[in-house]
Every structure is written in C-alpha cells, then in structure tokens.
Nanobody, 116 residues
Framework: QVQLVESGGGLVQAGGSLRLSCAAS????????MGWYRQAPGKQRELVAA???????EYADSVKGRFTISRDNAKKTVDLQMNSLKRDDTAVYYC??????????WGQGTQVTVSS
C-alpha cells in the first residue's frame, strides 16, 4: 500500500517561490498518475497539477505558467515548483493519484501561506 508524505510548505511573500515535495512509500508508485491538490479554507479541494505515469502534465488555468509538476519514479517523489505565488494560492496542498489510476490514502498535506 502506498503512503504519501507532503513537505516543503511555509510562509512566503507574494511573488515568491516554494517547492513542495511528496514522498511515496510502496513499490507500485510508478503505476499511478499523480497530482497535486489544494484546499483553501471554506473551499473544496481542487486539482492544480497532474502528471501521468509517462510524464505528461496538465495544469489548472489558475496556476498555468507559474507551477511545474515533476516526478522521479526511482525516488518515488512528486514535486511541485511554485513561482510567482499569489495570495489566492494560500491553501493546504496534498499529493495523490487520480481518477484513472486511482486514489490513495490522503496524507496530512503541507500548508502554504502567501502574504501580501
């Protein structure tokens, strides 16, 4: 069974950058499409970036051009490079699978707070 641990969040000023990392346990990580999700207070969890097993990526319109998702199947990690951060990016960020390859148990997430 794959377990997910997110890290790298923090407090950053608007316009700054953060790099989130998701470490997965288990030998079947490479079989999953992966995504980074976020949930802001009072809002539903949303997908912000996804990467397939083969490395194809897609992004929510709100982060396109600012965020970059990547994965390393050998290290079992999925990273999210976030640049030009905005206050609207403030949320708890989670990594997980997707609707095609399946979802895993949700981790604790990592808090990202962007100040003006």
């Amino acid at each position: 069974q794959v377990q997910l641990v997110e890290s790298g969040g923090g407090l950053v000023q608007a316009g700054g950058s953060l790099r989130l990392s998701c470490a997965a346990s288990g030998s079947i990580f490479s079989m999953y499409d992966m995504g980074w999700y976020r949930q802001a207070p009072g809002k539903q969890r949303e997908l912000v970036a996804a990467i397939t097993r083969a490395g194809a990526t897609e992004y929510a319109d709100s982060v396109k051009g600012r965020f970059t998702i990547s994965r390393d199947n050998a290290k079992k990690t999925v990273d999210l490079q976030m640049n030009s951060l905005k206050r609207d990016d403030t949320a708890v960020y989670y990594c997980n699978g997707g609707p095609i390859s399946g979802f895993l148990s949700w981790g604790q997430g990592t808090q990202v707070t962007v100040s003006s």
